[in-house]
């Protein structure tokens, strides 16, 4: 069959699936909307978290970074993925003992303090609104990647969507979907993968075929190094990034997972302290399953390409090499006019532009695979991509109607009122970040490091005290957000758009690159709350037996 | 101080106890042997893999996995063990 119905099959399969349930999980009350009534299987939640976790840029553009950055692309690996341990360990728990709605709550009612609550909002309203632009602009491109309709139209389709699922069902809509596309992305990843890696090494297990041999019984990863100092880059396997850089974006990485209110806000969902400590561990392995899988679809496919093209006549090359030439996704320029094509880490006699993503796109074609695999992995990076926005969706409506509606400017209002206000705040959003997919602010991309640096210098160090210490106050906490976020935002400013006098790589404090900053601005936080704290008197007796309260199980 | 508070306080020591060493091991499979050690780790060599790059890119998530199962089983039996007790 022709590939576009095979593709309009799938979409269409799997939105009306969505759709379905979202009829089937209308929201009734408040805590239904923004928490999905708090009763949700652990082994769902994780599923829906994972769903949640992974964009579109995990499931679309991670292997293909990994793919070139070779061991610099584990710091992606290793600080999305070790996040989930300092939820398990240290606030998931602990957050739903709580047993409120959102994060700014926590803040709010552990700190005695709206100011508090409001920097919380803040923050949380500017790392969610970076993050779903991005998002919907990823539902623009796979739209028009697969479906040739163009970006607008791919990214109106996809606010539809989001729109009808998560304004009907709010948080239960959103949970139901999310396992949904979870077990849609995680297919779509995982049949490509498992064939090439059959084809390439003989072994179905990726992570296997990873360290495995190929048809001449040399392992893969020497043969990618040997391939790479030949061709001038840097060794596979060993990084050019400097060890601290790594240490720091690993780091910072981590921590913004474990501070992102639209990830922990999914553990105010689960009935009890266990279920959330149990549903960060699925959530972990569910991810996990994509994330072992993303580096060795890197090695595959880097070490195809490179033989493939490299020093192979331009006429004879396959297929799909034309057919990705048209998106401008691969690009060849005959520099010395001699037929051939040069692949080389210098630029001067460099010959061919790849761009990352081609390494997960271009895959099923590589591997010569049926025409509804590719159809597959259309339906799973649209569902990577309107998952993770349907749940950051939430956060900023349940930040407009329940944390600055309710619990700062009409304290009064009423249950179904409180409802409307947030469907409301979440159709504002959506329209919203719709208008950011369709024109793109050229600050996307160099603001998703900006989330997890400011998720990582602004809620980690206040919710984290907040639970072990008793002692912390509120002055302690505000100005340690403060600081955690301006420090952060003026690092980044400087550094990536040249405000404040801008700056090189060589003028980097200490060699730390804007993404790994987040790691410094979040050690400011904490001194600076634990200083003041400090110098000011200790919370009052109803907090601390708040404290105590929320470490019983 | 009445029981039930010290048996609180001692959970919450027990538990506090459980995480210092899951962290430390948190710390270790990644920061450890994936980036600090990573050299040294990398004149290893297991099958296909240099050790070290292993674990940046897989053991390390491997361990994140496990580290958090065995903190579910240690807290679930602690939890268990305080509600005996009440």
Redesign the interface.
């Known amino acids: 069959m022709e590939l576009q119905y095979w593709i309009w099959i799938a979409v269409g399969l799997s939105f009306s699936l969505y759709i379905g349930i979202a009829i089937w999980s209308r929201a009734g009350s408040t805590k239904e909307f923004y928490v999905a009534g708090g009763g949700v299987h652990p082994i769902a939640n994780g599923m829906a978290t994972a769903a949640d976790w992974m964009s579109a840029a995990s499931f679309i553009s991670m292997a293909g970074i990994?793919s070139f950055s070779g061991?610099d692309?584990?710091v992606y690996?290793?600080g999305w993925?070790?996040g989930?341990?300092?939820l398990?360990?240290?606030l998931a728990?602990y957050l739903r003992k709580f047993g409120k709605f959102t994060v700014p709550d926590f803040i709010g009612d552990r700190y005695y303090s709206n100011t508090a609550r409001s920097v919380a909002v803040f923050s949380a309203l500017i790392v969610s609104f970076t993050y779903i632009a991005g998002q919907m602009r990823g539902v623009g491109v796979v739209f028009s990647r697969y479906l040739e309709v163009d970006i607008v139209t791919g990214v109106l389709i996809g606010m539809g969507i989001v729109l009808f699922y998560a304004v009907i069902g709010g948080m239960k809509g959103i949970t139901y979907t999310q396992v949904a596309q979870y077990c849609v992305l995680i297919f779509a990843f995982m049949v490509p993968a498992i064939y090439i890696s059959f084809l390439i090494t003989g072994n179905l297990v990726p992570?296997l075929g990873?360290?495995?041999?190929d048809a001449n019984g040399v392992?893969?990863?020497?043969k990618l190094d040997g391939l790479h100092k030949e061709l001038g880059f840097h060794e596979y396997?060993?990084g050019s990034k400097s060890?601290f850089d790594?240490?720091c974006i690993?780091?910072a990485l981590?921590v913004g997972t474990a501070g992102l209110p639209h990830v922990i806000v999914r553990f105010f969902t689960v009935k009890k302290v266990?279920d959330a400590?149990?549903s960060?561990?699925w959530a972990?392995?569910f991810i996990?399953i994509l994330?072992?899988t993303a580096?060795a679809i890197a090695v595959f496919s880097r070490t195809n390409l490179i033989e493939t093209v490299s020093n192979k006549p331009y006429e004879h090359m396959p297929y799909w090499f034309e057919k990705w030439e048209t998106t401008g996704l691969l690009g060849f320029k005959d520099k010395n006019k001699d037929g051939l094509i040069q692949y080389t880490a210098d630029t001067a006699t460099n010959e061919l532009e790849v761009d990352a993503d081609i390494m997960v796109m271009a895959n099923p074609e590589i591997a010569d695979l049926p025409n509804w695999v590719i159809a597959l992995l259309a339906a799973g990076a649209l569902a990577a991509a309107l998952s993770t926005a349907a749940g950051l969706l939430l956060v900023i409506s349940s930040a407009v109607s329940h944390d600055l509606l309710k619990k700062m400017v009409m304290p009064n209002i009423s249950e179904r009122g409180e409802l409307i206000a947030a469907r409301l705040a979440a159709t504002g959003a959506v329209c919203l970040a719709g208008y950011f997919g369709i024109n793109p602010p050229g600050f996307v991309a160099a603001t998703v490091a900006l989330a997890f640096g400011l998720a990582a210098s602004s809620f980690f160090p206040v919710i984290l005290l907040g639970i072990f210490s008793k002692r912390v106050n509120k002055e302690g906490a505000i100005s340690g957000m403060l600081v955690g976020i301006f420090l952060m935002l003026f690092y980044m400013l400087k550094f990536k758009f040249g405000w404040f006098g801008g700056g090189t790589k060589a003028d980097w404090w200490f060699g730390i690159s804007p993404e790994g900053f987040g790691t410094i601005a979040m050690m400011a936080n904490f001194f600076v709350t634990i200083t003041v704290t400090s110098m000011t008197p200790a919370p009052l007796k109803e907090i601390q037996q708040l404290v105590?309260n929320i470490?019983?199980? | 101080m009445s029981t039930s508070t010290h048996k609180n306080n001692a959970y919450w020591k027990k538990n506090i106890q459980y995480i210092s060493i899951l962290l430390s091991l948190w710390f270790t499979v990644s920061f450890g042997c994936g980036i600090l050690f990573v050299e040294q780790l990398n004149s290893i060599q297991i099958g296909g893999f240099k050790l070290g790059f292993w674990f940046a890119q897989q053991g390390s998530i491997y361990g994140f996995v496990i580290i958090i199962f065995t903190y579910i089983y240690l807290m679930n039996r602690l939890d268990n063990k305080l509600n005996k007790d009440n």
């Open positions: 990994i061991y692309g584990s690996l290793m993925t070790g989930y341990v300092l398990a360990l240290l728990p992570q990873f360290g495995g041999v392992y893969l990863l020497d396997t060993s060890m790594v240490f690993t780091m981590m266990s400590r149990k960060a561990g972990l392995l996990a994330y072992t580096p105590e470490r019983k199980p």
